[in-house]
T-cell receptor, first 112, second 114 residues
Framework: AQSVSQHNHHVILSEAASLELGCNYSYGGTVNLFWYVQYPGQHLQLLLKYFSGDPLVKGIKGFEAEFIKSKFSFNLRKPSVQWSDTAEYFCAVSSGNTPLVFGKGTRLSVIA | GAGVSQSPSNKVTEKGKDVELRCDPISGHTALYWYRQSLGQGLEFLIYFQGNSAPDKSGLPSDRFSAERTGGSVSTLTIQRTQQEDSAVYLC????????????FGQGTRLTVV
């Protein structure tokens, strides 16, 4: 069965700091990879997704993620965070015929 | 509708009672998922429906949990004989094509078992 590991439970950064959130998955076949974000009091929404092609994908609000197949990783990055990026971030994986499986999430707190 | 709609938004129930949670997916979406979100546990997969195929129930935690999807649209998640550990936010999502397109989430139903 697929599983997703997010190693950082809670990350605290100052505004303008760079962000990298780790995500590793376990599945040997072809996968589709996603990052979702949940802002306080709001529902989950898609940040970015990878299906095939360029392993560096760009999403909304300046986020990007890099798929490294050899490391089974799909880390999320942003060069300069803002206070409005405070949220919970979820990595997810699907192989197409299996349900979308999520990690436990990483809470990001951005302080002024 | 414009998005995934869940009702009720909040539900408080007594231990041992049955509850029904409703999900109205985006029109035309063939895939529908139920997840449970608890503090520090992320999103726990419960069940998903894909078109007319048999649902994948592999995530249901016990036989007290069941779900139906009528006419390929609205879904109901039923929890029988609720326990305090069932307290969580229950999220529904739908997507046009399972696993290949974005899943759109509802606001969730916050269930509290007292």
């Amino acid at each position: 069965a697929q599983s997703v590991s997010q190693h950082n439970h809670h990350v605290i950064l100052s505004e303008a700091a760079s962000l990298e959130l780790g995500c590793n998955y376990s599945y040997g076949g072809t996968v589709n990879l996603f990052w979702y974000v949940q802002y306080p009091g709001q529902h989950l929404q898609l940040l970015l997704k990878y299906f095939s092609g360029d392993p560096l994908v760009k999403g909304i609000k300046g986020f990007e993620a890099e798929f490294i197949k050899s490391k089974f990783s799909f880390n999320l990055r942003k060069p300069s965070v803002q206070w409005s990026d405070t949220a919970e971030y979820f990595c997810a994986v699907s192989s197409g015929n299996t349900p979308l499986v999520f990690g436990k999430g990483t809470r990001l707190s951005v302080i002024a | 509708g414009a998005g995934v709609s869940q009702s009720p938004s909040n539900k408080v129930t007594e231990k041992g009672k049955d509850v029904e949670l409703r999900c109205d997916p985006i029109s035309g979406h063939t895939a529908l998922y139920w997840y449970r979100q608890s503090l520090g546990q992320g999103l726990e997969f419960l069940i998903y429906f894909q078109g007319n195929s048999a649902p994948d129930k592999s995530g249901l935690p016990s036989d007290r949990f069941s779900a139906e999807r009528t006419g390929g649209s609205v879904s109901t998640l039923t929890i029988q004989r609720t326990q305090q550990e069932d307290s969580a936010v229950y999220l529904c999502a739908s997507s046009a094509i399972q696993g290949f397109t974005e899943a759109f989430f509802g606001q969730g139903t916050r269930l509290t078992v007292v």
